[in-house]
């Protein structure tokens, strides 16, 4: 079987996704508007990939991205073809796409603050996927509205350093979060 990694070059194949799977795959509150994508979008700061099988999309990772700094925001694979290796496939394409240059960041929910083992579990495997298949943990972590994430980083060339990732998450942030939720649901420490 051959998968390709392409750009979605449509935002109607980005609504679609929405629409279809990523309501499925996010619960409510991990989900912004779609309204919110689509300017991000139109302003060139949202990058959307899908993992194809011919037409079909088997994965996808959308990504916010300023400059040369972007944030993996959406990442999944169709849930009737998890635990196949799409997931590393899509990952190691990305790599393709993404400029060298790019500080790709990943939040990963810290499994040291789940709720319960079940979700230690989960956010255990969540957090040993990414680094099974390149990312780098930093030693930074954040918190963004009431969640705990720690900080993962891939680079394509040369590793990024915690004052350069901190840096460039911040600024993301701070692209699209409103002053008023910037100042009191988000914050990033070492």
Request: with cysteine; glycine share 4%; proline share 2%.
């Amino acid at each position: 079987m051959t998968y390709v990694t392409r750009r979605l070059t449509d935002f109607s194949q980005v609504e679609n996704l929405y629409k279809s799977r990523l309501k499925s795959d996010f619960t409510e509150d991990e989900l912004k508007p779609l309204s919110s994508m689509k300017e991000s979008w139109k302003e060139g700061n949202y990058d959307c990939y899908g993992l194809f099988d011919r037409e079909e999309i088997l994965g996808y990772a959308f990504f916010v991205s300023n400059g040369d700094n972007c944030l993996l925001d959406y990442f999944a694979i169709k849930e009737d073809r998890r635990n196949e290796g799409l997931g590393s496939i899509l990952l190691k394409q990305l790599a393709a796409c993404i400029e060298k240059e790019k500080c790709v960041i990943v939040e990963v929910e810290d499994p040291n603050q789940a709720n319960s083992f079940d979700d230690k579990t989960l956010r255990n495997r969540r957090l040993q996927f990414y680094l099974r298949n390149g990312f780098m943990e930093t030693t930074l972590k954040s918190s963004v509205f009431g969640v705990s994430y720690r900080l993962l980083d891939v680079s394509n060339s040369v590793p990024h350093s915690a004052r350069n990732i901190r840096a460039a998450y911040i600024e993301l942030y701070r692209s699209i979060l409103p002053e008023e939720f910037f100042q009191t649901q988000f914050s990033v420490s070492n």
